[in-house]
């Protein structure tokens, strides 16, 4: 066999990469169909524009023409670059952040791989609560390590005596993801601060303390006054990893960045092994022009207000529909119950969606079985449009 049997096995079994496929399955029948008349919820790919400062940025650095401009720097990024990412996630924290904590990164997937092959050793374990972001799984295993899927409570809050359980001394790390992907949950203060006496608990009787990592591309996206809690000054061993593909709606440029609190006991080292890792992975540096964009413009101001108009729209829908769902509280995804009628199997729900040119991605990739995932970054007249698509599915399902 040509390629690894890990890599083929994985690359052709049926859950493998279901949102990409979906979303290429949209491309065809919007071929097929007409753009207007096929319903893509199946991609969390931002529809708005870059805020207006982030645009000017981007043509200021793009016309700049110093020598040596577009050449190598530092495996961690600019100085400035890393500056400018420290004072963004001290304002987040609520605490000092230095540059040295920050190493930039090509996104918030480039970050994560880093950081996970800078902590894990073979045979080590990462908990996630589920449902989560289906790499996840793909990351971990990348280093050796097992993903290891805590459910989280029937309303998606953590369930942190259900990750106590779970912790053993090969636990190298809790990964949690607020607000959500796919369900949209914020988790408050209050639990982050339950895990964290949780994650010290285990720490003082085995001798090993996780790290919990923070993946906060929606960090900037909530509703109805929800934020998300800052951890650094709750737990010592507590790293962001975070990118600009949502917040300022910039996925394609891959841009990002690691940020380890400034009170864990091992900073330096693992600010150090992060480094490392960037380089040995191929990544060696986050791209030049999109670190000077984003040191000048991280804190522009983006209006969030149409993905809140579009949940607001798209709940309309689902409620007349009568699919039940969650109530997101940021991101912009919709999660979503499959129909008594096809008893838990997402999967066979998502091809019938299709079928009135609905495209929607099954739970089970999440660690959900038995939910979907409607992405509502898309178009407020596709939203609105896909109504009629809505009701007559499950009119006909109630038929049959």
Excluded at 259 to 285: H, M, Q, S, W
Excluded at 377 to 397: T, Y
Aim: glycine content about 8%; some cysteine.
């Amino acid at each position: 066999m040509p390629i690894s049997a890990y890599i083929h096995d994985t690359m052709n079994s049926k859950g493998s990469g279901v949102i990409r496929k979906m979303f290429e399955e949209g491309v065809r029948l919007k071929a097929q169909y007409g753009e207007d008349k096929v319903f893509d919820f199946s991609l969390g790919n931002p529809d708005l524009d870059p805020p207006e400062a982030v645009l000017q940025a981007i043509a200021r650095v793009a016309a700049r023409r110093e020598k040596n401009f577009h050449g190598y720097m530092p495996n961690a990024g600019y100085p400035f670059a890393r500056k400018a990412m420290a004072d963004k996630t001290a304002a987040e924290q609520g605490c000092p952040v230095s540059a040295d904590c920050v190493v930039m990164s090509v996104g918030a997937a480039g970050a994560l791989n880093s950081l996970l092959k800078a902590i894990l050793n073979a045979g080590d374990n990462v908990i996630v609560p589920a449902p989560f972001f289906a790499e996840y799984r793909h990351y971990v295993h990348n280093y050796g390590g097992t993903l290891i899927e805590v459910p989280t409570k029937e309303d998606f809050s953590l369930d942190v005596e259900a990750i106590g359980r779970a912790l053993t001394a090969k636990t190298a790390a809790v990964l949690i993801n607020s607000p959500n992907n796919p369900t949209g949950r914020v988790y408050p203060a209050a639990d982050i601060a339950r895990l964290a006496a949780v994650l010290k608990e285990h720490a003082a009787s085995c001798g090993r303390t996780p790290y919990l990592i923070c993946d906060e591309p929606y960090r900037a996206i909530t509703y109805d006054g929800v934020q998300v809690a800052a951890t650094f000054p709750l737990y010592e061993s507590a790293v962001v990893v975070t990118s600009f593909a949502k917040n300022l709606s910039l996925p394609g440029e891959r841009i990002g960045y690691i940020c380890v609190n400034p009170a864990c006991p091992d900073k330096d080292e693992l600010v150090a092994a992060c480094i490392f890792t960037t380089r040995i992975l191929g990544y060696v540096n986050a791209p030049a022009l999109f670190q000077r964009v984003v040191a000048e413009s991280w804190d522009a101001e983006a209006d969030y207000f149409l993905y809140k108009k579009r949940r607001d729209e798209l709940v309309s829908i689902l409620d007349e529909a009568g699919i039940a769902h969650a109530a997101p509280e940021g991101a912009f995804y919709m999660w979503c119950k499959v129909p008594d009628a096809f008893g838990g199997d997402d999967m066979a729900f998502a091809d019938y969606l299709k079928q009135y040119l609905i495209l929607a991605a099954p739970g089970s990739g999440f660690g959900g079985k038995g939910w979907f995932r409607l992405a509502y970054c898309v178009s407020e007249q596709s939203i609105l449009h896909s109504r009629p698509a809505f009701k007559q599915a499950m009119e006909d399902l109630k038929r049959h």
